[in-house]
Protein backbone atom coordinates (compact mmCIF):
# COMPACT_ATOMS: atom_id res chain seq x y z
CA UNK A 1 0.00 0.00 0.00
CA UNK A 2 1.51 3.38 -0.80
CA UNK A 3 2.10 5.94 1.57
CA UNK A 4 3.77 9.38 1.23
CA UNK A 5 5.68 10.87 3.87
CA UNK A 6 6.91 14.53 4.30
CA UNK A 7 9.57 16.02 6.18
CA UNK A 8 9.65 18.23 8.34
CA UNK A 9 6.19 18.55 10.02
CA UNK A 10 6.69 22.17 9.76
CA UNK A 11 9.32 24.39 9.24
CA UNK A 12 10.17 27.93 9.59
CA UNK A 13 12.11 30.28 7.93
CA UNK A 14 13.46 34.50 7.86
CA UNK A 15 12.59 35.96 4.82
CA UNK A 16 15.07 35.26 2.41
CA UNK A 17 16.34 32.18 2.71
CA UNK A 18 16.52 29.12 0.61
CA UNK A 19 14.90 25.76 1.80
CA UNK A 20 13.77 22.58 0.97
CA UNK A 21 10.85 20.12 1.95
CA UNK A 22 10.94 16.73 1.23
CA UNK A 23 8.72 14.26 0.21
CA UNK A 24 9.15 10.36 0.14
CA UNK A 25 6.91 7.01 -0.65
CA UNK A 26 7.13 3.34 -0.34
CA UNK A 27 6.17 2.32 -3.80
CA UNK A 28 7.87 3.74 -6.79
CA UNK A 29 5.41 2.25 -9.21
CA UNK A 30 4.04 6.01 -9.73
CA UNK A 31 2.04 7.89 -12.29
CA UNK A 32 3.63 11.20 -11.35
CA UNK A 33 4.02 13.64 -8.46
CA UNK A 34 1.87 16.49 -7.62
CA UNK A 35 3.21 19.41 -5.49
CA UNK A 36 -0.05 21.46 -3.67
CA UNK A 37 -0.51 24.51 -1.86
CA UNK A 38 -2.74 25.05 0.93
CA UNK A 39 -3.86 28.13 2.68
CA UNK A 40 -5.76 27.78 6.10
CA UNK A 41 -8.84 27.08 5.52
CA UNK A 42 -8.77 27.12 1.51
CA UNK A 43 -8.61 24.86 -1.19
CA UNK A 44 -5.12 23.23 -3.03
CA UNK A 45 -3.34 25.02 -5.65
CA UNK A 46 -1.59 22.71 -7.91
CA UNK A 47 2.25 23.86 -8.16
CA UNK A 48 4.07 21.77 -9.80
CA UNK A 49 3.34 18.52 -11.50
CA UNK A 50 6.13 16.20 -12.33
CA UNK A 51 5.92 13.14 -14.89
CA UNK A 52 7.17 9.08 -14.02
CA UNK A 53 10.04 10.05 -16.77
CA UNK A 54 10.95 13.77 -15.56
CA UNK A 55 13.17 14.43 -13.05
CA UNK A 56 12.35 17.90 -12.24
CA UNK A 57 9.69 20.89 -13.05
CA UNK A 58 10.41 24.25 -12.80
CA UNK A 59 8.07 27.15 -11.85
CA UNK A 60 9.33 30.75 -11.14
CA UNK A 61 11.04 30.61 -7.71
CA UNK A 62 10.41 26.41 -7.18
CA UNK A 63 12.02 23.84 -8.52
CA UNK A 64 10.74 20.12 -7.89
CA UNK A 65 13.08 17.27 -7.79
CA UNK A 66 12.15 13.04 -8.76
CA UNK A 67 14.15 10.61 -7.39
CA UNK A 68 11.68 7.76 -8.61
CA UNK A 69 14.00 4.88 -7.58
CA UNK A 70 14.48 5.83 -4.11
CA UNK A 71 10.97 7.23 -3.48
CA UNK A 72 12.17 10.82 -3.23
CA UNK A 73 10.95 14.25 -4.09
CA UNK A 74 12.18 17.90 -3.14
CA UNK A 75 10.83 20.94 -3.46
CA UNK A 76 13.20 23.87 -3.35
CA UNK A 77 12.07 27.12 -2.84
CA UNK A 78 14.38 29.95 -3.73
CA UNK A 79 14.65 33.82 -1.90
CA UNK A 80 11.44 32.78 0.57
CA UNK A 81 9.18 35.47 1.19
CA UNK A 82 6.48 35.86 3.79
CA UNK A 83 3.60 35.27 1.25
CA UNK A 84 5.06 32.20 0.78
CA UNK A 85 3.65 30.77 4.15
CA UNK A 86 1.54 28.00 3.79
CA UNK A 87 1.27 24.42 3.77
CA UNK A 88 2.62 22.11 1.19
CA UNK A 89 1.45 18.96 -0.04
CA UNK A 90 2.99 16.09 -2.12
CA UNK A 91 0.86 13.41 -3.31
CA UNK A 92 1.42 10.95 -5.37
CA UNK A 93 -0.50 9.31 -8.51
CA UNK A 94 -0.04 5.37 -8.95
CA UNK A 95 -1.91 3.14 -10.83
CA UNK A 96 -5.62 4.56 -11.43
CA UNK A 97 -5.39 8.23 -11.32
CA UNK A 98 -6.24 9.01 -7.50
CA UNK A 99 -3.78 11.07 -5.65
CA UNK A 100 -2.29 9.79 -2.38
CA UNK A 101 -1.45 12.79 -0.04
CA UNK A 102 1.65 13.11 2.73
CA UNK A 103 0.52 15.15 5.36
CA UNK A 104 2.22 18.46 4.86
CA UNK A 105 4.69 20.62 5.67
CA UNK A 106 3.76 23.83 7.55
CA UNK A 107 5.45 26.42 5.67
CA UNK A 108 6.57 29.61 8.23
CA UNK A 109 8.66 33.03 6.24
CA UNK A 110 9.02 35.21 8.70
CA UNK A 111 9.90 39.09 7.82
CA UNK B 1 -7.40 30.65 -15.72
CA UNK B 2 -10.73 28.25 -15.58
CA UNK B 3 -11.11 26.85 -12.01
CA UNK B 4 -13.48 24.45 -10.32
CA UNK B 5 -16.28 25.76 -8.73
CA UNK B 6 -17.58 24.44 -5.23
CA UNK B 7 -20.90 25.41 -3.52
CA UNK B 8 -21.55 25.85 -0.60
CA UNK B 9 -18.31 27.59 1.04
CA UNK B 10 -19.76 26.02 4.38
CA UNK B 11 -22.55 23.58 5.08
CA UNK B 12 -24.12 23.48 9.13
CA UNK B 13 -26.41 20.19 9.12
CA UNK B 14 -27.89 17.92 12.14
CA UNK B 15 -27.06 14.34 12.30
CA UNK B 16 -28.97 12.01 10.38
CA UNK B 17 -29.63 14.73 7.63
CA UNK B 18 -29.05 14.77 4.10
CA UNK B 19 -26.63 17.04 2.27
CA UNK B 20 -25.96 17.94 -1.73
CA UNK B 21 -22.45 19.07 -2.23
CA UNK B 22 -22.08 20.50 -5.45
CA UNK B 23 -19.31 21.34 -8.10
CA UNK B 24 -18.92 22.69 -11.51
CA UNK B 25 -15.20 20.94 -12.74
CA UNK B 26 -13.42 22.66 -15.49
CA UNK B 27 -15.62 22.57 -18.52
CA UNK B 28 -13.31 20.47 -20.60
CA UNK B 29 -12.35 17.93 -18.11
CA UNK B 30 -13.39 14.73 -18.27
CA UNK B 31 -12.48 13.11 -14.96
CA UNK B 32 -13.77 13.99 -11.64
CA UNK B 33 -13.26 13.27 -8.12
CA UNK B 34 -13.93 13.89 -4.63
CA UNK B 35 -11.72 14.41 -1.61
CA UNK B 36 -12.21 15.07 2.34
CA UNK B 37 -9.66 16.34 4.78
CA UNK B 38 -10.54 16.09 8.18
CA UNK B 39 -9.08 18.93 10.27
CA UNK B 40 -5.43 18.09 11.30
CA UNK B 41 -5.54 15.21 9.04
CA UNK B 42 -4.51 14.07 5.49
CA UNK B 43 -6.40 14.37 2.43
CA UNK B 44 -7.85 11.63 1.28
CA UNK B 45 -9.56 10.11 -1.92
CA UNK B 46 -13.03 8.94 -1.65
CA UNK B 47 -14.01 8.54 -5.40
CA UNK B 48 -13.18 9.53 -9.01
CA UNK B 49 -15.93 9.21 -11.49
CA UNK B 50 -15.68 9.02 -15.33
CA UNK B 51 -18.04 8.75 -18.49
CA UNK B 52 -20.95 8.98 -15.85
CA UNK B 53 -19.97 6.13 -13.32
CA UNK B 54 -17.84 5.41 -10.85
CA UNK B 55 -13.97 4.67 -11.50
CA UNK B 56 -12.80 3.81 -8.32
CA UNK B 57 -13.73 4.28 -4.71
CA UNK B 58 -12.27 3.84 -1.26
CA UNK B 59 -13.83 2.31 1.87
CA UNK B 60 -14.77 5.48 3.19
CA UNK B 61 -17.68 5.73 -0.10
CA UNK B 62 -19.75 3.32 1.61
CA UNK B 63 -23.73 3.18 0.76
CA UNK B 64 -24.26 6.62 2.69
CA UNK B 65 -22.20 8.37 -0.17
CA UNK B 66 -23.28 9.03 -4.12
CA UNK B 67 -22.45 10.88 -6.83
CA UNK B 68 -23.90 12.17 -9.66
CA UNK B 69 -23.37 14.32 -12.65
CA UNK B 70 -27.03 15.48 -13.67
CA UNK B 71 -25.97 17.37 -16.36
CA UNK B 72 -23.19 18.42 -18.64
CA UNK B 73 -21.59 20.88 -16.09
CA UNK B 74 -22.31 20.10 -12.28
CA UNK B 75 -20.93 16.96 -10.85
CA UNK B 76 -22.45 16.32 -6.60
CA UNK B 77 -21.90 14.53 -4.06
CA UNK B 78 -24.51 13.46 -1.40
CA UNK B 79 -24.65 12.16 1.86
CA UNK B 80 -27.70 10.25 2.75
CA UNK B 81 -27.53 10.58 6.54
CA UNK B 82 -24.57 12.65 7.74
CA UNK B 83 -22.66 11.45 10.93
CA UNK B 84 -20.73 13.85 13.57
CA UNK B 85 -17.62 11.63 11.94
CA UNK B 86 -18.92 13.24 8.39
CA UNK B 87 -18.12 16.78 9.42
CA UNK B 88 -14.56 17.74 7.03
CA UNK B 89 -14.05 19.78 4.11
CA UNK B 90 -15.01 18.21 1.08
CA UNK B 91 -12.75 19.39 -2.18
CA UNK B 92 -13.75 18.13 -5.47
CA UNK B 93 -11.02 17.72 -8.64
CA UNK B 94 -10.82 17.54 -12.04
CA UNK B 95 -8.12 16.86 -15.10
CA UNK B 96 -8.53 16.55 -18.82
CA UNK B 97 -6.49 12.85 -18.34
CA UNK B 98 -6.39 9.77 -16.21
CA UNK B 99 -2.62 10.35 -14.67
CA UNK B 100 -3.09 14.49 -15.73
CA UNK B 101 -2.65 17.57 -13.05
CA UNK B 102 -5.76 17.84 -11.04
CA UNK B 103 -7.06 20.91 -10.22
CA UNK B 104 -9.12 21.40 -6.69
CA UNK B 105 -11.73 23.37 -6.13
CA UNK B 106 -11.93 25.48 -2.65
CA UNK B 107 -13.64 22.93 -0.65
CA UNK B 108 -16.73 22.98 1.17
CA UNK B 109 -16.46 22.62 4.90
CA UNK B 110 -19.25 20.40 6.26
CA UNK B 111 -19.90 20.40 9.98
CA UNK B 112 -22.11 17.82 11.20
CA UNK B 113 -23.61 18.59 14.41
Known amino acids: KQEVTQIPAALSVPEGENLVLNCSFTDSAIYNLQWFRQDPGKGLTSLLL?????REQTSGRLNASLDKSSGRSTLYIAASQPGDSATYLC??????????FGQGTELSVKP | EPEVTQTPSHQVTQMGQEVILRCVPI?????FYWYRQILGQKVEFLVSFYNNEISEKSEIFDDQFSVERPDGSNFTLKIRSTKLEDSAMYFC???????????FGSGTQLSVL
Open chain 2, 93 to 103: ASSSDRQGKLF
Open chain 1, 91 to 100: AVIPQGGKLI
Open chain 1, 50 to 54: IQSSQ
Open chain 2, 27 to 31: SNHLY
